[in-house]
């Protein structure tokens, strides 16, 4: 059944008004994304004040005998947070990055505590018949992340993983290669082990005054891993939040291009129309104006 211009015009106006839904939306999804950007590259100063502390105190113990401690109790018991998110418009974020973390979860043997960071994530981690002990809501927005971290670490502490524990934390993260919005990572927290040691003791320090931890030197160290922790997942939060907004950018611009199109069709499809209601017009007002000219050249004869 053809629509009538009335309702062609009707359904041009509803998709004019949607497609300015979906404009500001996407505004609101790419400055979400610098935001968020914004983020992780204002932690990267304190991130690295976070690591020359730790170089300072661990280069003059050395590695020592840590790593095997760690690795033996790593295989008890295994903390896993992984960071979804609860917000629409994100196309399979939630999906690829399950299927990725399942894939990695199967590999890793022990006792696992695992949390979600949503919802969403929560169900489908469910439904693949994982386990799930802690459910955190998704920040939406700067503000929201540290007490977001704060709660996780606290969990880490009460859970009793220490840093000889085993932590891994799974999001995704934007990429930066063209048609790429997004890919799922897999970041291992804890343990603190002779590899993570290593990276410190090695790494090289900017002067050639090695500075020395004065006072309790275990309690510095702790405030220290703890800080590194701090910093490690508030990126892959911040990461996690701008892969999410990239996502919902992608799918509003991919909705956009898909309204400007039913735009352009139902503006052929408009003018088509009208276009025949004139020329029916026109072909009744000839047909009248030929049937009127036949009676009077009859009358005349």
């Not at 502390?53 to 295989?75: D, I």
């Not at 947070?81 to 939630?94: K, M, P, S």
């Not at 939406?140 to 502490?157: D, K």
Request: aromatic share 6%; proline share 3%; hydrophobic share 40%.
């Amino acid at each position: 059944m053809t629509d009538t211009p009335n309702e062609l015009r009707r359904k041009i106006e509803g998709a004019g008004d949607l497609k300015s839904v979906v404009r500001t939306m996407k505004a609101l999804a790419a400055s979400s994304i610098v935001q968020y950007e914004e983020a992780v590259r204002s932690l990267e100063d304190y991130a690295r004040t976070v690591e020359l502390a730790l170089t300072a105190s661990l280069k003059p113990m050395g590695v020592g005998a840590y790593g095997e401690t760690a690795r033996r109790k790593a295989e008890d018991r295994i903390g896993v947070i992984v960071l979804g998110t609860d917000q629409g418009l994100v196309g399979q974020f939630n999906d690829v990055l399950v299927e990725f973390a399942i894939k990695r979860l199967q590999e890793l043997a022990g006792e696992q505590i695992i949390w979600t960071v949503g919802e969403r994530i929560h169900g489908h981690l469910l439904d693949s018949g994982l386990e799930v002990s802690r459910v955190f809501a998704t920040p939406n927005s700067v503000a929201a992340i540290t007490p977001l971290i704060g709660q996780l670490l606290l969990e880490t502490e009460t859970r009793q993983l220490s840093h000889e524990s085993s932590l891994y934390l799974f999001h995704n993260r934007p990429k930066s290669e063209i048609g790429a919005v997004y890919e799922p990572v897999c970041l291992r927290l804890l343990p603190l082990d002779s590899a993570w040691r290593l990276k410190f003791v090695k790494a090289a320090w900017p002067t050639d005054n090695l500075p020395e931890t004065v006072g309790d030197y275990d309690g510095t160290l702790r405030a220290l891993i703890r800080e590194y922790l701090f910093v490690s997942m508030y990126r892959a939060c911040a990461e996690s939040l701008a892969g999410e907004n990239a996502s919902r950018l992608a799918a509003m611009q991919r909705a956009e291009k898909n309204i400007d199109e039913l735009l352009d069709d139902l503006g052929r499809t408009f003018n088509q129309t009208r276009q025949r209601s004139i020329d029916e017009e026109l072909f009744d007002v000839i047909s009248g104006y030929e049937s009127m000219s036949k009676k009077d050249d009859s009358g005349k004869r």
